[in-house]
């Protein structure tokens, strides 16, 4: 053996040893909303979660909200190795946000915790003040968007709070972009680690199915269903979407909106006022997404921005073709013209045109539909996603060791 092999023989049997004798790594996660809530944000944390090994993971989920409707006691055990807890602070800069913070600082000084993650602003506050602990916890920032609703003020805040975390992670390159121009965030210490979709529970229904699904929503067997996963918010631009909707030239056209918000409304009327009300479904908020999409025939996502959109991943898992605003990570998601298309922001008339595209050519419809199936499953399965979190803690928690 040479000394060169022999040198790599040894580094890699060293690796192996250092891997082996970690303890089960004790990680903190904070995070501003409750995670058994609807949106894209909390699906991910209960994806990942769920994906971790409880042989090698012990989670405690602190959520700085209240419990959601339904959700049950204050604790709860969602799966072994995890607890979850409520603590409401309000104002970041509040009573009990300080007394929650000093909660959580107490639990690092004893030493509980190897990894400390947050998302969003108030969790990334407390977060990068939090000392290390005898364990010496690294902090990280998973942000999940592009940060635009961030003021002055606070962009200002985060840049002097930003070099406090070790790693400063996000679902799409895109975010980290935009964080690197808006906070000064530099390359080294960035890491890109995509969303991921429950292939099994998101997958193409048997015709039977997607019958039976389309007859409860109203359905006619020829109509062309376009779903629309997204809260009812202005900044998911559903104005645009309706105005679109409404150049369609086909009458058997129908329209899906999945989601709640404060925009309901002002959005049906809008639609009255377009004339297209009865081919407008408002759907509310679902815990049943994956019928819905189902029983769609395509899918379309017109937002002004996006950090990475599950539902626009879990529709292309259902073998839906999308349509969407190249925003964000979207363009890293949909493969334009070949697993749907990509049209500008706050351009309904280039909406209309791409919807209408896919009602006048089924069979490329259907295509892009199976490609985007297969780029899910490649680029952007649960399991993907999970190891690469994975991969980053072990590294994390190995470089401070070593």
Not at 107 to 123: C, D, F
Not at 241 to 262: E, I, N
Not at 317 to 342: F, I, K, T, Y
Request: aromatic share 6%.
């Amino acid at each position: 053996m040479s000394p060169g092999t022999q040198t790599l023989t040894t580094a890699k049997a060293a690796a192996s040893q250092l891997e082996s004798a970690l303890p089960r790594l004790r990680l903190l996660v904070v995070t501003d909303t409750a995670i058994l809530g609807p949106g894209g944000s909390e699906r991910f944390l209960r994806n990942l979660l769920a994906g971790l090994d409880p042989t090698r993971f012990a989670v405690d989920v602190v959520q700085l909200a209240a419990p959601p409707d339904g959700a049950g006691n204050a604790t709860l055990a969602l799966w072994p190795g995890l607890r979850l807890e409520y603590l409401p602070i309000g104002a970041a800069y509040g009573l009990r946000a300080l007394r929650v913070y000093a909660q959580l600082c107490a639990r690092v000084l004893r030493g509980q915790y190897h990894l400390i993650q947050s998302q969003h602003e108030k969790a990334d506050l407390l977060c990068a003040l939090l000392p290390r602990g005898p364990a010496g916890a690294l902090r990280i920032s998973n942000r999940r968007d592009t940060g635009f609703q961030k003021s002055s003020r606070l962009r200002a805040a985060f840049r002097r709070l930003n070099p406090r975390f070790d790693w400063v992670i996000a679902p799409s390159q895109a975010v980290l972009d935009q964080l690197g121009i808006d906070e000064g965030l530099g390359a080294a210490r960035l890491r890109c680690l995509p969303n991921g979709v429950d292939m099994l529970r998101f997958s193409p229904a048997t015709p039977g199915e997607r019958a039976r699904v389309r007859a409860e929503l109203g359905l006619a067997p020829d109509a062309y269903a376009f779903a629309c996963v997204a809260r009812l918010e202005p900044v998911k631009r559903h104005g645009d979407l309706l105005a679109a909707f409404a150049r369609l030239t086909d009458p058997a056209a129908r329209l899906l909106l999945v989601g709640g918000g404060s925009q309901l409304e002002p959005l049906k009327a809008e639609a009255g006022r377009l004339g297209i009300s009865a081919r407008v479904s408002f759907l509310g908020e679902r815990s049943d997404i994956e019928r819905l999409l189902q029983a769609s025939d395509a899918f379309v996502l017109c937002s002004e921005t996006e950090g990475s959109s599950n539902a626009v991943l879990e529709a292309m898992a259902c073998g839906l073709p999308v349509v969407a605003s190249a925003v964000g990570g979207n363009p890293e998601a949909v493969d334009h013209g070949r697993s749907g298309l990509l049209v500008a922001a706050h351009a309904p008339e280039q909406l209309a045109a791409a919807m209408q595209e896919l009602l006048d050519d089924r069979k490329r419809s259907a295509a892009f539909g199976r490609a985007g199936r297969i780029r899910v499953a490649t680029e952007f399965s649960i399991a993907a996603m999970v190891a690469k979190y994975d991969a980053l803690y072990r590294e994390c928690v190995g470089e401070r060791r070593r």
